[in-house]
């Protein structure tokens, strides 16, 4: 059965919004209650939790929302065939357009005394009102939507309750530890406001495509619909994450479910509350995992980690800082960087126009590799997306590239197939057409629509570059630099390595 990653806002399936210019609002900050020691682990567990529960559980509130879906007319099924309206008739015509309600049902969490409230972002997506009612069963209010973000899948909202409200207390949540024990509150089901017990099973968890991004604290809690905004809380009540998803095959808890950590959801709702959006900082660097082969290509040890940058944008806060295409990036201010989503997070989350403190490695041919340390002033990451795109690809003029790329075909770039494409003119190359899946260039991540900029170092004009230095190849290992084209996104460069040591 395939497996389904859900977000819950129970009934409401709702699009993502466009963020708001930059701007600044005339919210007051949020006072919070923060703890940031972690928890005593050499504490006996208790028999039972509910002074815990009674400590968080007035904080946890019960969202209803409600949207307008405007339906569009229908035809009747005889209206486009004379002769079937002939014999039966179209005395209805056309449907007229009719607007309807629909319901959401999720959860939040009030984290000031004076109204703000965490939730998350698919829970009052595209509402037209939004209520929150309290715990306490006897007060609801029309909540006001702060600000929304979708990239990590958080909104804040405000009541006015004309009285101090029973803010839970926040701590630090990169002070988790896996086997810790949590508590997810909320109102699953609509069946009222339920307290679930688990541990944390993972910390950083990231790739699902729920979310932007994605460092989420992975418990075994029960979460089900009507939780999603609600608490993750550790044994002394405070609050460590903002559930927001499970991972199931039958759409029901089966034991893994995901929440926001509450320091990335501390600095959005900081930025939401001052400036009614997330300004990200941003590199301007295309970046990809450093695999044993890309290290040895670049002359770099066996045990080198670190995040291999495949490209670097023309005017970028790295061009201007000096980092170059085949650095590694190890440290961003004094943390270490592993993996690419790590890298993206640690940017993400520091404003723009803030001095950051670079390591890297850089390689050279037959050399040691040196150490960089390199101080670069972020830009603010574009508000941009691209749709991803499919071309039919040109056939005529193709060459079999030999030996070390054998099953690839290319041809030259010409201005049609860039237009086509959508290859920008500073790509220079060869047009991968056709990649034999059964190929060590197939295995290594070489796609159709791929463009073939260098080869072992080597820059690639054209198609008959390309041949002529697969012919050259004399090892068992191949080191490409690509374009390719990203769903996501506007497309980048990267590294790849034919293994040709392996039998096909």
């Known amino acids: 059965m395939k497996t389904n990653l859900i977000r819950f806002c129970c009934l409401l399936a709702l699009t993502l919004c466009a963020l708001a210019q930059a701007r600044t609002t005339n919210n007051p900050p949020a006072t919070l209650n923060i703890e940031a020691r972690p928890i005593n682990r050499e504490v006996r567990a208790p028999i039972s939790f509910s002074p815990v529960i009674q400590r968080a559980a007035p904080s946890v509130v019960t969202i209803y929302s ?14 486009g065939d004379p002769f079937l309206r002939r014999f039966f008739g179209d005395p209805s015509g056309p449907s007229e357009p009719r607007d309807r309600k629909a319901q959401g049902l999720g959860s939040g969490v009030i984290v000031s005394a004076d109204g703000y409230i965490l939730t998350a972002n698919h829970v009052v997506e595209g509402a037209d009102t939004v209520k929150v009612a309290l715990a306490d069963g006897e007060r609801e209010f029309e909540a006001k939507v702060v600000g929304t973000d979708p990239p990590t899948d958080l909104a804040v ?21 896996v086997g810790d024990m949590v508590l997810a509150i909320g109102d699953p089901f609509a069946v009222g406001q339920t307290v679930t017990l688990g541990i944390i099973s993972a910390l950083q968890r990231g790739g699902f495509d729920i979310s932007g991004y994605e460092d989420f604290i992975q418990t075994d809690a029960a979460i089900n619909p009507g939780n999603s905004g609600g608490a993750l809380v550790d044994v002394e009540g405070r609050l460590v994450g903002i559930n927001t998803a499970i991972l199931s095959r039958s759409g029901g808890f089966q034991g893994v479910g995901f929440a926001v950590p509450i320091n990335m959801a501390r600095y959005v709702m900081d930025r939401l509350i001052t400036s009614g959006r997330v300004a990200r900082g941003y590199l301007g660097i295309n970046i990809q995992p450093l695999t044993p082969d890309l290290a040895k290509e670049f002359n770099l040890p066996d045990e080198s980690s670190g995040v291999l940058v495949g490209g670097v944008s023309a005017n970028s806060a790295a061009a201007k800082a000096g980092v170059e295409e085949g650095d590694v990036v190890v440290e961003l201010n004094g943390k270490k960087v ?52 499919r071309h039919n690809s040109p056939q005529d003029g193709n060459q079999h590239a030999p030996g070390a790329l054998e099953g690839v075909e290319v041809t030259d770039l010409d201005s049609g197939t860039r237009k086509q494409l959508d290859v920008p003119r500073s790509v220079q190359g060869a047009l991968v057409v056709n990649v034999d899946p059964d190929s060590n260039a197939a295995r290594a991540g070489l796609v159709q629509g791929d463009v073939l900029i260098e080869i072992d170092h080597k820059r690639v004009r054209n198609a008959e570059d390309a041949v002529a230095l697969t012919q050259k190849v004399a090892g068992e290992h191949l080191l490409l630099k690509v374009w390719s084209r990203s769903g996501a996104g506007p497309g980048g460069t990267r590294y790849l390595v034919v293994d040709n040591s392996k039998t096909k």
């Open 157 to 177: 909202l405000r009541i006015d309750a004309k009285k101090q409200l029973p803010a839970i207390t926040l701590t630090d949540s990169d002070k988790l530890q």
């Open 66 to 79: 409600t949207m307008t879906i405007h339906e569009r007319p229908t035809q009747s099924p005889f209206s």
């Open 338 to 389: 592993t993996d690419p989503r790590k890298l993206q997070l640690l940017v993400a989350e520091t404003p723009p126009g803030s001095k950051v403190a670079l390591r890297v490695l850089r390689g050279s041919a037959g050399g040691k590799p040196t150490v960089k340390s390199l101080t670069v002033t972020l830009a603010e990451l574009p508000q941009e997306a691209f749709a991803s795109r």
